[in-house]
């Protein structure tokens, strides 16, 4: 049985099935990152333009046919919307064979689906974001095969964590994960546009208000992750006596900002768990 090891890792004949936003920023990533061999790869979209644009952008090339695809490469990303994933499920189980590692990033589409749809084993669930798309999202993963020294798992951390930060969490807690990260980027957008408009509100051009808006929201997002510092810690540094900034924390504070982003994760995580379950 041939299988992908340690030795062999990269680059990987990585196949798309599906050739939107998500696949082609995976594939572009991957390429620069060396991660995969372009040559070796393909991907399939039943629309004409889809594929033009994918093969454009990365340099894969394109084809009709999802069996085609796992024809030519070992590694298989399943990359289309939920609701046609039975679809793709039943075509491509036949052109499967134990060389094959299946990851989707499909929403809500649980493991045991793709095992009972697929017949195989050899599976991962993947919940990117759409920073994906500048090389910043922020993925959790969970594997069917659970073994540590599994080698399916060296492989889908070493990839989306070339397109940001990746954590291998058991298939539960990925619910929380959509409501964190998945939905999170959305959160953060409302945050910026309120952070600006306060900005706008003070006397700035609105260009430059939300110009500043952003760089901050990055720059502490950075600070938290390249410092190790505790928020907390970060947020005390900041906030000195009778300044500027405690006035505002305790305007935030006074508002419950905190509890509504607390609340606003936890509705978020609830809805995934309602739609997984409906599936």
């Known amino acids: 049985m ?6 062999d890792l990269f680059p990987v004949s990585v196949g798309f099935l599906g050739a939107g936003q998500m696949a082609t920023a995976l594939a572009s990533a991957w390429a620069k990152a060396g991660l995969l061999d372009v040559a070796r790869c393909r991907a399939a979209d039943p629309y004409p333009e889809a594929r033009a644009k994918f093969e454009a952008t990365t340099g894969v090339q394109t084809v009709a046919s999802n069996a085609a695809v796992a024809a030519l490469c070992d590694v298989l990303v399943l990359a289309v919307k939920p609701q046609v994933v039975p679809d793709v499920l039943t075509e491509l189980k036949p052109a499967l064979d134990p060389r094959h590692f299946v990851i989707s990033i499909a929403a809500g589409v649980t493991l045991d689906t793709l095992a009972s749809g697929l017949g195989t084993e050899r599976l991962a669930r993947v919940m990117p974001n759409t920073p994906c798309l500048v090389g910043a999202s922020g993925t959790g993963y969970a594997t069917r095969n659970k073994r540590p020294n599994n080698t399916d798992i060296d492989l889908v951390g070493k990839l989306f964590g070339a397109v940001g930060t990746a954590h291998h969490l058991p298939e539960h807690s990925l619910d929380a994960v959509t409501g964190l990260s998945g939905s999170g980027p959305a959160f953060v957008y409302v945050f910026i546009e309120a952070l600006a408009d306060g900005g706008v509100k003070c006397g700035l051009p609105r260009p430059v208000a939300l110009s500043l808006a952003a760089q901050t929201v990055l720059g502490a ?7 190790g510092q505790h928020p907390g810690a970060l947020k005390d540094a900041v906030a000195s006596p009778g300044g500027t900034t405690i006035a505002g924390l ?3 504070e006074r508002a419950a900002f905190r509890a509504a ?4 994760v936890e509705a978020a995580t609830k809805r995934a768990q309602e739609l997984g379950r409906r599936e």
């Open 2 to 7: 041939s299988r992908v090891t340690h030795e």
């Open 250 to 252: 305790h305007a935030l």
């Open 221 to 227: 997002g950075k600070m938290v992750l390249e410092t």
């Open 261 to 264: 982003a607390m609340d606003a």
